[in-house]
């Protein structure tokens, strides 16, 4: 007699890449349609999600209807621009440059005490303002990068890189970001390379979060559909490794919402008045 | 005659607009006209699109007014003879507000309708909270035989077919939305899932199961399709695409049904064997205890 047993069950983050790019190319087209855009812009930072970002978008629409932006500070890296111009080239979209150094600098020249951490802040929401002026100019709906890791990890600016109103990759974590990303064609050279978000000379996400995103993606999908932490800790997880990632999504919830507003009738929106974001009638 | 010619509609609503829903249905049903279905099968919500939240309230519809609209259609369409319609709608009755799926005999009168009993409110769901449930599953009789109607997470209790088979339906018609998730596989997750269903549930009672699954994107979320129609046998008879609106033509032909069930009697062992069982039900369900 044959003996078998079953693995121990997990949950699979990896997905039927054919399916999710039909699927989220679905999802751009017909959210611009109802808005009634016909064209997108998406700000290249030369990194993967904005890479896969445009690459969805060119199949959406075609490549005459996405522009991409650069938005580059002075000591954004050269790498940067170099993957920024081979992302635009690999998907046949011309890619428009425009400097946040003096925007970034008029600011900083008013605020002597600026540290390093608020101006990538303000490099951020320099480049939103960017972003959406150039939106109105070629009536082009900006699509935001921003995967689901970095969502709930809240490593992002508030108000700045999480504002355009359509995002096809808020829910796919990083690693699987980087797996469309392959399907997709975005070059290996985007796709392989340590993710940073550039606003700190040498920065990388995985040295500011302190968990490699390999491993973070996995926790995060148990721990969000409510395994307990043994069970997590049974996948082979430290404790350290848990500890922290749930730290990041419990500290960071406010972030994930808009804000905050003192209830006083029985009207109030969001709360008792509830319309969906497309109920026009 | 036994065969019966069906359409079923994947269709996109225009989004909580029923008047341009209402034109894109009559451009759907010019293009149908010249294949002559006898019924055609509308997806849950159909009119507004599935989520409306507090919109409910706005833009239900009693089923005069639905019967009055889609009459308005047919006339536009300029339709010959008799439509037999299945279609999914927000109605309003006294004050409350439900899920609910018609039956019509257009340009004549509605001949049935269901309200959803299994109002899913979990997830990415909220059914429960704008909306009252329904209390009932019953077979009824159109012009062509005994049917019934569920919808959508109806279906995913097998207890509701088994009432519906028990009452003598041939055909269950299930209007659905569908939201994809869960994209590991050949199909999403709930589009894999509606099959498995309506595959098992066709041939564990020998009747035909159609399914008619909404599309569009709304608000992030993705109706899948996926739309089907599955024999007495239990094997698909026809298939619609994933995300994007199509048309199924299918006959339904009653004929089939007597010999897969002299074949596969499992309706007449359960007519049979469940009284046997009800004993148990009432335990379970706690009534035993509550009567003492």
């Given at each position: 007699?044959?003996?078998?047993e079953?693995?121990?069950?997990?949950?699979?983050?990896?997905?039927?890449?054919?399916?999710?790019?039909?699927?989220?190319?679905?999802?751009?087209?017909?959210?611009?349609?109802w808005?009634?855009?016909?064209?997108?812009?998406?700000?290249?930072?030369?990194?993967?999600?904005?890479?896969?970002?445009?690459?969805?978008?060119?199949?959406?629409?075609?490549?005459?209807?996405?522009?991409?932006?650069?938005?580059?500070?002075?000591?954004?890296?050269?790498?940067?621009?170099?993957?920024a111009?081979?992302?635009?080239k690999?998907?046949?979209?011309?890619?428009?440059?425009?400097d946040?150094?003096?925007?970034?600098?008029?600011?900083?020249?008013?605020?002597?005490?600026?540290?390093?951490?608020?101006?990538?802040?303000?490099?951020?929401?320099?480049?939103?303002?960017?972003?959406?002026?150039?939106?109105?100019?070629?009536?082009?709906?900006?699509?935001?990068?921003?995967?689901?890791?970095?969502?709930?990890?809240?490593?992002?600016?508030?108000?700045?890189?999480?504002?355009?109103?359509?995002?096809?990759?808020?829910?796919?974590?990083?690693?699987?970001?980087?797996?469309?990303?392959?399907?997709?064609?975005?070059?290996?050279?985007?796709v392989?390379?340590?993710?940073?978000?550039?606003?700190?000379?040498?920065?990388?996400?995985?040295?500011?979060?302190?968990?490699?995103?390999?491993?973070?993606?996995?926790?995060?999908?148990?721990?969000?559909?409510g395994?307990?932490?043994?069970?997590i800790?049974?996948?082979?997880?430290?404790?350290?490794?848990?500890?922290?990632?749930?730290?990041?999504?419990?500290?960071?919830?406010?972030?994930?919402?808009?804000?905050?507003?003192?209830?006083?009738?029985?009207?109030?929106?969001?709360?008792?008045?509830l319309?969906?974001?497309?109920?026009?009638? | 005659?036994?065969?019966?010619?069906?359409?079923?509609?994947?269709?996109?609503?225009e989004k909580?607009?029923?008047?341009?829903?209402?034109?894109?249905?009559?451009?759907?049903?010019?293009?149908?006209?010249?294949?002559?279905?006898q019924?055609?099968?509308?997806?849950?919500?159909?009119?507004?699109?599935?989520?409306?939240?507090?919109?409910?309230?706005e833009l239900?519809?009693?089923?005069?007014?639905?019967?009055e609209?889609?009459?308005?259609?047919?006339?536009?369409?300029?339709?010959?003879?008799?439509?037999?319609?299945v279609?999914?709608?927000?109605e309003?009755?006294?004050?409350?507000?439900?899920?609910?799926?018609?039956?019509?005999?257009?340009?004549?009168?509605?001949?049935?309708?269901?309200?959803?009993?299994?109002?899913?409110?979990?997830?990415?769901?909220?059914?429960?909270?704008?909306?009252?449930?329904?209390?009932?599953?019953?077979?009824?009789?159109?012009?062509?035989?005994?049917?019934?109607?569920?919808?959508?997470e109806?279906?995913?209790?097998?207890?509701?077919?088994?009432?519906?088979?028990l009452?003598?339906?041939?055909?269950?018609?299930?209007?659905?939305?569908?939201?994809?998730?869960?994209?590991?596989?050949?199909?999403?997750?709930?589009?894999?899932?509606w099959?498995?269903?309506?595959?098992?549930?066709?041939?564990?009672?020998?009747?035909?199961?159609?399914?008619?699954?909404?599309?569009?994107?709304?608000?992030?979320?993705?109706?899948?399709?996926?739309?089907?129609?599955?024999?007495?046998?239990?094997?698909?008879?026809?298939?619609a695409?994933?995300?994007e609106?199509?048309?199924?033509?299918?006959?339904?032909?009653?004929?089939?049904?007597?010999?897969?069930?002299?074949?596969s009697?499992?309706?007449?062992?359960?007519?049979?064997?469940?009284?046997?069982?009800?004993?148990?039900?009432?335990?379970?369900?706690?009534?035993?205890?509550?009567?003492?």
């Open positions: 007699m044959r003996i078998l079953a693995p121990k069950a997990q949950e699979v983050l990896e997905l039927n890449w054919l399916l999710v790019a039909d699927f989220l190319t679905r999802f751009i087209r017909e959210e611009l349609a808005r009634g855009y016909e064209k997108a812009i998406v700000a290249v930072s030369g990194g993967v999600d904005s890479a896969t970002t445009l690459a969805l978008a060119v199949r959406a629409l075609g490549a005459e209807r996405v522009h991409a932006l650069f938005l580059p500070y002075r000591e954004s890296s050269p790498t940067s621009r170099e993957h111009q081979l992302v635009a690999t998907f046949g979209v011309a890619l428009e440059e425009v946040i150094t003096p925007m970034v600098e008029g600011y900083a020249a008013l605020t002597p005490d600026l540290t390093p951490h608020r101006k990538g802040n303000v490099m951020a929401r320099a480049r939103m303002i960017v972003l959406f002026d150039k939106s109105e100019a070629y009536k082009a709906l900006p699509l935001g990068t921003g995967n689901k890791t970095e969502r709930l990890f809240g490593y992002y600016t508030w108000h700045g890189d999480d504002t355009p109103p359509v995002n096809p990759l808020g829910d796919l974590y990083k690693t699987q970001v980087w797996r469309l990303a392959e399907y997709l064609g975005v070059p290996e050279a985007v392989r390379k340590p993710p940073t978000a550039d606003l700190i000379p040498g920065q990388t996400d995985e040295a500011d979060l302190g968990v490699r995103y390999l491993r973070a993606d996995v926790i995060l999908e148990h721990y969000l559909k395994y307990p932490d043994q069970y800790l049974g996948l082979g997880f430290t404790e350290e490794e848990l500890r922290r990632v749930k730290e990041r999504v419990n500290r960071t919830h406010w972030k994930r919402a808009l804000p905050t507003v003192a209830l006083l009738s029985s009207t109030g929106i969001g709360e008792f008045y319309r969906p974001l497309d109920y026009r009638p | 005659m036994e065969e019966v010619r069906h359409a079923v509609l994947q269709f996109r609503p909580s607009r029923i008047g341009e829903s209402l034109a894109r249905l009559r451009a759907h049903l010019e293009a149908l006209r010249p294949h002559a279905p019924v055609v099968v509308l997806p849950e919500a159909a009119l507004t699109g599935y989520f409306l939240q507090g919109g409910v309230r239900a519809l009693t089923r005069h007014e639905l019967l609209l889609l009459v308005g259609v047919y006339e536009e369409v300029g339709w010959e003879g008799v439509l037999d319609v279609v999914g709608f927000y309003r009755d006294e004050g409350a507000y439900y899920n609910s799926a018609a039956y019509l005999e257009l340009p004549h009168r509605v001949v049935h309708v269901h309200r959803k009993v299994f109002l899913p409110t979990y997830g990415v769901f909220d059914e429960e909270r704008y909306l009252a449930r329904g209390r009932r599953v019953e077979a009824f009789r159109t012009r062509f035989g005994k049917a019934a109607l569920l919808i959508c109806d279906f995913w209790h097998s207890i509701t077919a088994t009432l519906a088979a009452d003598g339906a041939e055909v269950i018609y299930v209007p659905a939305a569908s939201p994809a998730r869960g994209f590991q596989g050949g199909y999403p997750e709930n589009v894999a899932r099959r498995t269903l309506a595959q098992a549930v066709a041939a564990e009672h020998g009747l035909y199961v159609v399914v008619a699954s909404l599309v569009g994107f709304e608000g992030g979320k993705g109706m899948s399709g996926g739309s089907l129609a599955v024999g007495p046998d239990g094997r698909v008879l026809a298939e695409p994933l995300f609106e199509a048309a199924l033509l299918f006959a339904l032909d009653r004929g089939r049904i007597a010999p897969v069930r002299y074949e009697p499992l309706l007449s062992d359960l007519e049979a064997g469940l009284p046997l069982l009800l004993p148990d039900l009432q335990r379970v369900l706690g009534r035993r205890d509550a009567d003492t």
